[in-house]
């Protein structure tokens, strides 16, 4: 206790305080959105088991090493995204990996929040007791109803960021530690009530068959680099979470051990999702390609079927607004840490704009996510601001990031270095741990986002 107080009096910078709290904080950042609604659509979209199994396999040999990393630069140095990399290699471009990631913070929180819009939204109108007498046609005029708007996506996007950046201003410790050690736990319990509701409805078998059934004929290319992005889009990677995470750990975590931990538990999260919602698809003959509206058209359909069905959807509801708003809060700490270190901002400033910048420009995903919408038609190359920001952050920056991250791992820091922090200075024996470490973050970690790259525009064929 006395040496927390002690480091942070004297760098004047927070830590988290304890094991458990570094745990839930960075739980609270990989699950998100990302598990509960981006998981079951691509899933859906991809084909189910193939896609998953390629996905587990882009977390266990790319953004578990990555995330290890990450978590290096940051405790480390005790500094954000950007300083993080100018402090371990003064006079180089390697800070503008940290610079990419700042990037990369803005696109994702421009679409993320307008999504976590939706999901305020509508746990407001689960708890008004909209969802009561829906039907498979009402549920999709109410899901285009909300995200077309345009007044309503844009109102609840200024109240997400106006929580986020609210929670923000109140600190590492008071606001991001105390928030998700309360909020993660009861996240858990009600993902799984709601998943095993779901199991038990009828066609349930389907659904799980759909998720779990791998059908290598149907993985393309694009299936493959979409799951390596969902990869690191779970487990906030390649853009500096983790590192600026990393840099508020207590001094005598176990880095390999958070990693390990965090990394299972955010899969187990999004394959309950899976769970409650696929076989929801098949019992009520829904498509499980529908897209990014999956999540708003399913749920509120079987939940309102069965008895205390509207507790459940606030249930629901509730337990998705606390993902998406403890993911938040990591993506815009990155900002905040970086406008507060980097640039002289205070704090409560840092957070006030970045909020500002997010629902300014994030405006455009929110009037741009339906082909209805106000600037539904607004598209280059295909694509509109929605898709866009998900597309470039997500499938090119994120994995950029963490090929560099793991180049810059591998090859420029001293290993001895890197060893001595992973062990916490001899503490832990993990001898044998790095070299399999090494050799995994050197040549496999590369060489496998390398392959996948090339294979997605087309110069290699997997
Ligand atoms: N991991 C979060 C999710 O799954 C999203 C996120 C991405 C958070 C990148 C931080 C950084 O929803």
Not at 86 to 106: E, F, N, R
Request: proline share 3%.
């Amino acid at each position: 206790m006395s040496t927390l107080q002690n480091r942070t009096a004297k760098s004047g910078r927070e830590t988290f305080t304890s094991g458990l709290a570094v745990f839930f904080a960075t739980l609270g950042s990989a699950v998100g959105l990302g598990n509960i609604w981006k998981f079951p659509y691509l899933t859906g979209q991809f084909g189910g088991g193939a896609f998953l199994l390629v996905y587990f396999l882009c977390i266990l040999f790319v953004g578990l090493p990555v995330m290890l990393g990450e978590f290096y630069i940051g405790r480390k140095t005790r500094k954000n995204a950007v300083g993080a990399f100018q402090q371990l290699k003064p006079v180089s471009g390697w800070k503008h990996i940290g610079t990419m990631g700042v990037a990369a913070a803005y696109l994702i929180m421009f679409f993320y929040s307008c999504v976590a819009g939706w999901v305020y939204y509508y746990l407001y109108k689960a708890v008004k007791g909209d969802f009561i007498a829906i039907t498979p046609e009402s549920v999709k005029t109410q899901f285009t109803d909300v995200i077309i708007g345009p007044v309503s996506p844009i109102l609840w996007q200024v109240i997400v960021m106006a929580v986020v950046g609210g929670i923000l201003i109140l600190g590492v410790r008071k606001g991001i530690e105390r928030i998700t050690k309360t909020l993660m736990p009861l996240l858990f319990v009600l993902i799984v009530i709601c998943g095993i509701r779901a199991i038990t409805l009828p066609g349930a078998y389907e659904g799980l068959k759909f998720l779990f059934h791998v059908d290598f004929s149907q993985l393309s290319a694009a299936a493959i680099l979409t799951a390596m992005g969902l990869a690191f889009f779970k487990l906030s990677l390649g853009m500096g979470t983790m590192i600026t995470y990393g840099s508020y750990f207590t001094a005598d975590n176990n880095l390999f051990g958070t990693a390990a931990k965090v990394a299972l538990s955010d899969t187990i999260v999004s394959m309950l999702a899976g769970i409650a919602i696929f076989p929801t698809v098949f019992s009520f003959g829904m498509e499980p390609g529908a897209g990014p509206g999956l999540l708003f058209m399913t749920i509120p359909l079987v939940f309102s079927k069965m008895p205390f069905g509207n507790l459940l959807l606030i249930a629901f509801f509730f337990l998705t607004s606390i993902a998406a708003t403890t993911a938040m809060l990591s993506l815009v700490e990155v900002l905040v840490a970086y406008f507060s270190e980097e640039l002289g901002f205070s704090r409560r400033n840092a957070a006030i704009i970045n909020a500002v910048i997010i629902c300014g420009v994030g405006m455009l995903a929110a009037l741009s996510a339906d082909q209805a919408s106000l600037l539904g038609n607004v598209t280059f190359l295909g694509r509109g601001f929605f898709d866009w920001f998900d597309y470039i952050s997500s499938n090119i920056l994120l994995p950029m990031g963490g090929l560099f991250i793991a180049i810059f791992i591998g090859y420029f820091l001293k290993k001895d270095d890197i060893k001595k922090e992973l062990s916490n200075q001899g503490n832990l024996t993990i001898d044998k741990l790095i070299d399999v470490y090494f050799v995994i973050i050197r040549y496999v970690t590369p060489a496998l986002l390398v392959i996948v790259f090339l294979n997605s525009i087309g110069i290699i064929k997997v």
